[in-house]
């Protein structure tokens, strides 16, 4: 399960969040990629811009869901 005290300091403020167990599969931009994509980095994804509507916010809970390593977080504020 993502922990918020792992963040990546990149992900934009707001509920939905990937921290550092991300292994870079892409498989969240992939699924929503109006909301994460590749970090500048080049070794994690991040959240990019919070989900603004329903279809963005389904694909960020199918996102999480299919993580393999559980990277992916929401802490409901």
Do not use: R
Request: glycine share 6%; aromatic share 6%; net charge negative.
């Amino acid at each position: 399960m993502a922990d918020p005290k792992n963040k990546y300091t990149d992900n934009v403020p707001g509920k939905w969040y990937v921290d550092n167990q991300c292994i870079l599969c892409s498989l969240c931009s992939d699924l929503a990629p109006n909301n994460f994509k590749e970090a500048d980095a080049g070794d994690h994804d991040l959240v990019f811009k919070q989900p603004e509507n329903e279809e963005e916010e389904k694909a960020c809970q199918e996102s999480m869901q299919q993580c393999p390593v559980e990277a992916i977080g929401n802490d409901g504020t």
